[in-house]
C-alpha cells in the first residue's frame, strides 16, 4: 500500500518561496508518476504540477514560471519548490501517486488520474 507524507507548509508573506516534500513508501508500480494538488478554503481541489517517469512535468497555468516540480534519484521524493507566493496560493496543498502512469500521463493534473493520497500540507501566504 503506497503512504504518502506531505511536510514544509506553512505561513509567509506574498512574494515569498517554500518548499514543500513529499515521501513515498510501498511505492512499487514500475512507472513514477506523482503530482501535487491544491484545495484552498470552498473551492474545489485542482491540479498544480505532475512528474512522469521520465522527467516530464505539467503546470497548472496559475503556477507556471513560479512552481517547480522535481524528484530526488531514488524516486521516493517529490519536490514542490514555491516562489513568487501569491496570496491566492493559500490552499492545503495534497500530494498523490497514480498507478497506472498511463492514465496519469494523459491526464496529469485530473484526480482521477492518481491513487493514493497525502494527508496535506496547508500553505498560507498573506499579503
Known amino acids: 500500500q503506497v503512504r504518502l507524507v506531505e511536510s514544509g507548509g506553512g505561513s509567509v508573506q506574498a512574494g515569498g518561496s517554500l518548499r514543500l516534500s513529499c515521501a513515498a513508501s510501498g511505492y512499487t508500480n514500475s512507472g513514477f508518476c506523482m503530482g501535487w494538488f491544491r484545495e484552498a478554503a470552498g473551492k474545489e481541489r485542482e491540479g498544480v504540477a505532475a512528474?512522469?517517469?521520465?522527467?516530464?512535468?505539467n503546470y497548472a497555468d496559475s503556477v507556471k514560471g513560479r512552481f517547480t516540480i522535481s524528484r530526488d534519484s531514488a524516486k521516493s521524493t517529490v519536490f514542490l519548490q514555491m516562489n513568487s507566493l501569491k496570496p491566492e496560493d493559500t490552499a492545503k496543498y495534497y500530494c498523490?501517486?497514480?498507478?497506472?502512469?498511463?492514465?496519469?500521463?494523459?491526464?496529469?493534473?485530473?484526480?482521477?488520474?492518481?491513487?493514493?493520497w497525502g494527508q496535506g500540507t496547508q500553505v498560507t501566504v498573506s499579503s
Open positions: 498523490a501517486a497514480g498507478l497506472r502512469c498511463w492514465v496519469t500521463r494523459a491526464n496529469p493534473l485530473k484526480q482521477l488520474a492518481y491513487n493514493a
Open positions: 512528474i512522469h517517469s521520465d522527467g516530464a512535468t
